[in-house]
C-alpha cells in the first residue's frame, strides 16, 4: 500500500514537470555534487523546491514552537496573495514543489485555498502542513477541489490526554473529525488529491501509540503515517520530550548524562543548492530551521527573486557551509540537511 502510494506521488511530480524543469534540476544537481567535491562554491540553475509561508498565526501554543509560544523575534503577519502570484509568475517555469508552510496554521490564512489553485494551475506540485482544527465540510471540499497534492495532518497522540500533552490546546476530535471530512470530499469529488498523511512527532509522552495511529490512520482512510523525530531546542541537559525508544530520537546520551544530537555535521547542504523558504512579508532564508529569520538572505519586497537566488549574500552563506556546517547555529539541530531526493 505504502509503495503503491508514494509511486502515485511520484507520477503526480513527474506530471508538473517539463524539459526545462528537468534541465534546471540537472544543472541544481551537478553543481551541488561539484561544489561538495571542491569545496568551492559553485552553483547552477533556479530552486525546484519553495516554502512560502502562508501566516505566523496559530491556534495552538505547542511547546517546541515559537509560533505556538508567541516568542518570535519577528514581526508577525499574513501573506499577501498578490505578492504570491507575483513570485509564482517568477518562478513557476522552475518549480517542481511548492510547500505551503513554515511558521503558523496555513488555514487560518482567508486565501490559503486560492494560491492553492493558483500554483496548482501553474502545474506546480502543492503540499501543505496543519493542526486540522479547520478543516470543516464546507472546507474540507474547497481542499479536494483546490488540486493540493499533499495534506499532511499532525496527530501526535491517540487519545486527548496524549496528543494535548504536545499540541497544547488543541482537540483530538477535531483533527479526526476534519480528517473524516477530507476522505469524504476525496471520494465524493472522485479525487485522487490530496494524499494524506498523519504525522506523528514522536515523543516521550506517545511512544506507545505508535501502533495504534497507525491501526486510526487505516480505520480513517489515510495514505501513510509518517514518524517524525522531535526537534528539541535545549536538549544538551536532556528533556520530558525525548522519547526513551532510540530509533525515534535526534539525539544521544553521553556518558555524562548530557545529550548531543546523532546526525554528523556534513560539510554541505542540498537544501542551499534547491531550495528556500520564503516568510509571509517577502524575507528569503535558507530553510524551516531557520525559524526566526536570523539569516535573511534577501527580500523580495525589493527585488526580483532570481537577483537575490544569486546575491553576494547567498554564496557567501553556500561558502560557508562548505567550510563548516558545525560553525552556523541553525545547522547544529539539522538532521536532514546533506539527504537528497527525500
Request: net charge positive; aromatic share 12%.
Amino acid at each position: 500500500m505504502k509503495i503503491r502510494n508514494h509511486y502515485q506521488d511520484f507520477l503526480q511530480l513527474l506530471d508538473k514537470g517539463s524539459l526545462k524543469k528537468v534541465m534546471n534540476g540537472v544543472r541544481l544537481l551537478g553543481s551541488y555534487y561539484l561544489s561538495k567535491w571542491s569545496k568551492q562554491n559553485i552553483h547552477g540553475g533556479m530552486p525546484i523546491s519553495v516554502a512560502f509561508e502562508p501566516t505566523t498565526s496559530c491556534n495552538l501554543r505547542c511547546p517546541e514552537c515559537p509560533s505556538g509560544l508567541r516568542s518570535f523575534s519577528r514581526p508577525t503577519g499574513m501573506l499577501s496573495a498578490s505578492f504570491f502570484q507575483e513570485k509564482i509568475d517568477e518562478l513557476a517555469p522552475y518549480l517542481l514543489y511548492l510547500t505551503f508552510y513554515f511558521q503558523g496554521e496555513p488555514y487560518l490564512h482567508p486565501n490559503f485555498l486560492e494560491m492553492v489553485s493558483y500554483a496548482n494551475k501553474k502545474k506546480i506540485y502543492t503540499a501543505t502542513s496543519t493542526n486540522a482544527h479547520y478543516l470543516s465540510s464546507e472546507q474540507a471540499k474547497k481542499t479536494v477541489e483546490s488540486g493540493l497534492n499533499r495534506l499532511i495532518i499532525s496527530i501526535d497522540g491517540t487519545t486527548q490526554e496524549t496528543y494535548s500533552a504536545y499540541r497544547v490546546g488543541g482537540k483530538l476530535h477535531k483533527v479526526i473529525e476534519g480528517t473524516r471530512e477530507v476522505v469524504r470530499w476525496k471520494k465524493q469529488l472522485n479525487s485522487p488529491t490530496p494524499h494524506i498523511i498523519f504525522q506523528f512527532l514522536v515523543v516521550r509522552p506517545n511512544e506507545h501509540q505508535i501502533e495504534e495511529v497507525h491501526q486510526l490512520a487505516k480505520e480513517l482512510g489515510v495514505n501513510e503515517v509518517k514518524l517524525k523525530t522531535a526537534q528539541i531546542y535545549d536538549y544538551e541537559q536532556g528533556s520530558p520530550l525525548i522519547p526513551t525508544l532510540d530509533q525515534y530520537s535526534r539525539y544521544a546520551k553521553k556518558n555524562d548524562s548530557t545529550y548531543q544530537i546523532k546526525n554528523p555535521l556534513d560539510h554541505s547542504c542540498w537544501k542551499m543548492w534547491h531550495s528556500c523558504v520564503i516568510t509571509w512579508d517577502g524575507k528569503i532564508v535558507p530553510c524551516c530551521f531557520d525559524k526566526d529569520a536570523h539569516h535573511q538572505l534577501g527580500d523580495l519586497s525589493q527585488k526580483r527573486f532570481r537577483e537575490e537566488w544569486k546575491s553576494p549574500a547567498y554564496q557567501k552563506f553556500r561558502q560557508q557551509l562548505l567550510k563548516g556546517r558545525s560553525q552556523i547555529e541553525i545547522c547544529k539541530n539539522c538532521t536532514e540537511g546533506t539527504k537528497v531526493f527525500v
